[in-house]
């Protein structure tokens, strides 16, 4: 089997502009990023349209540190999608800087189900991301000079929210002081590093309606308090227009192709662990205006992406989704049945049956949702048949459909069976209307909890002096409404990275809050989960280089 990037270099590309008249996009509406990538205008969305579009969630069961292999299954649904006749689009997240040079290597599909040009997506793209950080730490270097210019005028702030960002791993910069040196130097003062997909400007790109809310949000950024107590935020400051400026490109979704030539969207990257983990409303709309099918997906287990993007994304966008897919493997179960990380490549039945109550767990969390739900079976060279067996057998018994994902290896030829399986169960049994866990008017305590217990499992929610302090801020705010984005690990059901399986009856601690006023939620921090990671003992990065001009190392 070639790797990634040998199969992303030998693969003809078309040009984007060829790609977007194909789905009907009017040519001179593409404005061109070189030959293979292009922004769309987001003016080209049709509402009706989106309602007649087919939208599918992939999702995934407790991911491992390898992940499971949810964007190859999306690329490769999308794919077998139209090897049976369909007109599916797939619409993505961006790839993140920190986690290609940290832990992944690149965040693009895998095998013969890619999106492309990879090595540009998994880079610097269309720019979206430094926007973003520009943006972010504009307003900080804005509010920075408001607080030094004005400090004679006895002006100040109480409290500064408002931190910096930036698209690497580095944890030496999650607290800092700034402000060292001469009083020409600004004011002293303790400040930290985000990382830019946890960035709240990351989030009001995604969950944007348009240029114009996009300003609104921004303009609604809390940036701290006043002494008496009031808000202080980038309206105060004067500076939405300038913001907005910096972003007025990259709100527009990105277009790139498959490796078999089809459209994809991809834009917006926030992580699901610390953010809410979706792309962007624009683009998944834009995708629904031209195709038929759409898939996408949303970040790292259904405990988080996908509850953020029933929770979050439909209830501020009123998507509807006819089906969700939930990929499993069985290293990935396997982890979840206790079997060491060393040995679940090796057949173990045991091991794979003990993990599959991490599965059921998801798919009764999904169907609480009103989502019909159908397993992917993402297939790895070292599954024996005996395996899938268990799992197809065990998925009768749920009365769940399940088919067998071989993308990775075959392209659209692999999926055909997913892909049919999909069409077929969206015509005879689609997904009900959505049923939030929560309502708006719930208290943002109740909200935590209807997670926390509800979809995670935990008997018990408690919360420290500080997320109490912000939770009582909240309410005096009026914004009790907003909805709730839980921050925590990806390895499990808990806030403890180290409980795999499907774990219950356990304490699950809130340790602070960040309220995004202009995303228009409210962001709860449990256990260590940390919004910049740090880098692992062997990054990525030391496996990336350029060979006779040919880049190395992503994958």
């Given at each position: 089997?070639?790797?990634?990037i040998?199969?992303?270099?030998?693969t003809?590309?078309?040009?984007i502009?060829?790609?977007a008249?194909?789905?009907?996009i009017?040519?001179d509406e593409?404005e061109?990023?070189?030959?293979?990538?292009?922004?769309?205008?987001?003016?080209?969305?049709d509402?009706e349209?989106v309602?007649?579009s087919?939208?599918?969630l992939v999702?995934a069961?407790?991911?491992?540190?390898?992940?499971?292999?949810?964007?190859?299954?999306?690329?490769?649904?999308?794919l077998?999608l139209?090897k049976?006749?369909?007109?599916?689009?797939?619409?993505l997240?961006?790839?993140?800087l920190g986690?290609?040079?940290?832990?992944?290597?690149?965040?693009a599909?895998?095998?013969?189900?890619?999106?492309?040009p990879?090595?540009k997506?998994?880079l610097?793209?269309?720019g979206d991301?430094?926007?973003i950080?520009?943006?972010?730490n504009?307003?900080?270097a804005?509010?920075?000079?408001?607080?030094?210019?004005?400090?004679?005028?006895g002006?100040g702030?109480?409290?500064i929210?408002?931190k910096?960002?930036?698209d690497?791993?580095d944890?030496?910069?999650?607290?800092?002081?700034v402000?060292?040196g001469?009083?020409?130097d600004?004011?002293?003062?303790?400040?930290?590093f985000?990382?830019?997909?946890?960035?709240?400007?990351?989030?009001?790109?995604?969950?944007?309606?348009?240029?114009?809310?996009?300003r609104?949000r921004?303009?609604?950024?809390?940036l701290?308090?006043?002494?008496d107590?009031?808000?202080?935020?980038v309206?105060?400051?004067?500076?939405?227009?300038a913001?907005?400026v910096?972003?007025?490109?990259?709100?527009h979704?990105?277009?790139?192709?498959?490796t078999?030539?089809?459209?994809a969207?991809?834009?917006?990257g926030?992580?699901?662990n610390?953010?809410h983990g979706?792309?962007?409303?624009?683009?998944?709309k834009m995708?629904m205006?031209?195709?038929?099918?759409v898939?996408?997906e949303?970040?790292?287990?259904a405990?988080l992406g996908?509850?953020?993007f029933?929770?979050?994304?439909?209830r501020?966008?009123g998507?509807?989704?006819?089906l969700t897919?939930i990929?499993?493997?069985?290293q990935?179960?396997k982890?979840h049945g206790?079997?060491s990380l060393?040995?679940?490549?090796?057949?173990n039945?045991?091991?794979?049956?003990?993990?599959?109550?991490?599965?059921?767990?998801?798919?009764r969390n999904?169907?609480?949702?009103g989502?019909?739900?159908?397993?992917?079976?993402?297939?790895?060279a070292?599954d024996t048949?005996?395996?899938?067996?268990?799992?197809?057998?065990?998925?009768?018994?749920?009365?769940?459909?399940?088919?067998?994902?071989?993308?990775?290896?075959?392209g659209?030829?692999?999926?055909v069976?997913l892909?049919q399986?999909?069409v077929?169960?969206i015509?005879?049994?689609?997904?009900?209307?959505?049923?939030?866990t929560?309502?708006?008017e719930?208290?943002?305590?109740?909200?935590?909890?209807?997670v926390?217990v509800g979809?995670y499992?935990?008997?018990?929610?408690?919360?420290s002096?500080?997320?109490r302090?912000k939770?009582?801020?909240i309410?005096?705010?009026?914004?009790a409404h907003?909805?709730?984005?839980?921050?925590k690990?990806q390895y499990?059901?808990?806030?403890?990275?180290?409980?795999?399986g499907?774990?219950s009856?356990?304490?699950?601690?809130?340790?602070d809050?960040?309220?995004n006023n202009?995303?228009?939620?409210?962001?709860a921090?449990?256990?260590e989960?940390?919004?910049m990671?740090?880098l692992p003992k062997?990054?990525?990065?030391?496996?990336?280089?350029?060979?006779?001009?040919h880049?190395?190392?992503?994958?």
């Open positions: 089997m070639k790797t990634d040998e199969i992303a270099r030998e003809d590309l078309t040009k502009k060829q790609v008249e194909h789905i009907g009017p040519l593409v061109n990023y070189g030959r293979y990538i292009a922004k769309i205008p987001e003016n080209l969305i509402d349209k309602k007649q087919n939208l599918i999702t069961i407790t991911a491992t540190k390898a992940g499971i292999g949810k964007t190859t299954v999306s690329i490769g649904l999308a077998g139209n049976i006749g369909k007109n599916a689009i797939v619409a997240r961006e790839p993140s986690p290609c040079f940290g832990m992944k290597g690149g965040a599909g895998g095998g013969y189900a890619q999106v492309l990879m090595e997506i998994n610097h793209f269309t991301f430094h926007a950080t520009s943006a972010h504009m307003i900080s804005l509010l920075d000079n408001h607080l030094y210019q004005n400090q004679s005028k002006f702030l109480k409290e929210l408002w910096r960002v930036l690497v791993n944890r030496s910069l999650r607290s800092i002081v402000g060292l001469a009083k020409t600004g004011i002293t003062q303790q400040s930290g985000d990382i830019t997909p946890a960035s709240e400007i990351m989030a009001i790109l995604c969950l944007s309606k348009n240029l114009d809310d996009l609104r921004i303009e609604n950024i809390l701290g308090f006043t002494y107590g009031s808000p202080f935020t309206k105060d400051l004067g500076v939405a227009g913001i907005t910096l972003l007025k490109d990259a709100i979704p990105n277009l790139v192709q498959t078999e030539n089809t459209a969207f991809v834009h917006g926030p992580f699901a610390i953010a979706c792309n962007s409303i624009l683009a998944t995708a205006t031209y195709g038929d099918y898939v996408t949303a970040g790292f287990g405990d996908a509850e953020k029933y929770n979050i994304k439909c501020k966008s998507l509807q989704p006819r897919v990929v499993a493997t069985t990935g179960l982890m206790g079997v060393d040995s679940i490549k090796e057949p039945l045991e091991g794979l049956r003990k993990g599959l109550r991490n599965l059921d767990k998801h798919v999904l169907r609480s949702f989502q019909t739900v159908i397993v992917a079976f993402n297939r790895y070292t048949d005996e395996e899938m067996e268990l799992l197809r057998q065990h998925c009768e018994k749920l009365e769940v459909g399940f088919a067998i994902n071989n993308a990775y290896s075959q659209g030829d692999g999926a069976e892909a399986l999909v077929d169960t015509e005879n049994k689609p997904s009900a209307p959505l049923r939030f929560y309502k708006d719930d208290s943002i305590k109740q909200k935590i909890e209807k926390a979809i499992g935990a008997c018990e929610v408690t919360y002096n500080e997320a302090k939770m009582k801020l309410e005096e705010m009026g914004i907003y909805p709730v984005c839980i921050a690990t499990s059901f808990s806030a403890d990275p180290k409980l795999y499907a774990v009856d356990f304490e699950f601690h809130i340790k809050m960040v309220i202009g995303a228009e939620m409210i962001v921090i449990a256990g989960i940390m919004r990671p740090g062997e990054p990525q990065a030391k496996y990336i280089d350029i060979v006779d001009g880049i190395d190392g992503l994958s």
